[in-house]
């Protein structure tokens, strides 16, 4: 079985009381799920590689613990921008940022911006990116961003970090947006969504994606694929994106899932 890896999961989560709410909630969905069985599940899939990607400090906290006792697990430290506000004390950037230098940590993030929502205020949401990239550099780890109608503010805030590498997580914005992020020299994460967009622009846009530059990614519980829309979505499903893809795209299976996975393992080093 070709080997596959979910580049952004939230595993950690399952069935405990710490980390971020709304993925527990829609992980208390599933009751049957445990995280362990997420992992064989995946396994079972040929999904060999799981990073576990936080999105505040004791979601990143639960990551770097759960991936400790965990062979192909690994952890992400990130302060989303939802939760942008809540972490600009000096203590608890502090506490986030010696997150880094446990084992088995491969990237900073998901973080970026998210003016869809504004469950941050703007300035709180760049002050929070700002300090991540500057931890990102200092670590010398890549970057899970999330970016959501919020490219005309985001680009010169990457700008301003030089050197920095990392990914697009979750992919859905303009074919120009695309075009800087790979002259950018990022890859570009792409899951479920892509298996039941009715956007003909965007599936073009997934078909462009160069194959050294493609990540694949469930962002488990969230965005389930086709025909599974409508549950609780796990590590085990990025087989189902990696099948829709090399369709879209005119390649065999083999193919994409040995370009897709090398490339992970470029850019998170695992």
């Not at 002259?183 to 039941?196: K, P």
């Not at 997934?206 to 965005?223: C, G, N, Q, V, W």
């Amino acid at each position: 079985m070709t080997e596959l890896v979910d580049t952004h999961c939230h595993i950690q989560s399952i069935g405990q009381d710490a980390g971020e709410s709304v993925t527990r909630e829609l992980w208390s969905k599933a009751p049957d799920l445990t995280a362990d069985k997420a992992v064989a599940c995946a396994l079972e899939q040929g999904v060999t590689r799981l990073i576990c990607v936080g999105c505040d400090t004791d979601d990143s906290r639960l990551a770097v613990e759960f991936v400790q006792k965990r062979d192909g697990c690994w952890a992400s430290i990130g302060i989303h921008p939802h939760e942008a506000r809540h972490h600009l004390s000096g203590e608890a950037l502090s506490n986030f940022a010696a997150l880094a230098l446990r084992p088995k940590v491969v990237a900073v993030g998901e973080c970026g911006l998210d003016f869809h929502y504004h469950h941050s205020p703007r300035a709180d949401q760049i002050k929070s990116l700002e300090f991540q990239l500057d931890l990102a550099r200092t670590a010398e780890l890549p970057v899970i961003f999330h970016v959501r109608e919020a490219f005309g503010d985001f680009w010169p805030v990457f700008n301003n970090f030089p050197g920095i590498r990392g990914v697009l997580h979750s992919y859905t914005d303009s074919a120009a947006n695309l075009a800087k992020g790979l002259e950018l020299g990022l890859y570009i994460g792409v899951n479920g969504i892509a298996t039941f967009t009715k956007d003909a622009a965007q599936r073009e846009m997934y078909k462009s994606i160069p194959s050294d530059r493609l990540l694949l990614e469930t962002d488990a519980p969230f965005l389930a694929p086709q025909p599974h829309r409508g549950k609780v979505n796990e590590p085990a499903r990025v087989a189902v994106v990696a099948d829709f893809l090399a369709v879209l795209r005119y390649e065999s299976r083999e193919g994409l899932a040995a370009a897709t996975t090398a490339n992970a393992r470029k850019l998170f080093g695992i």
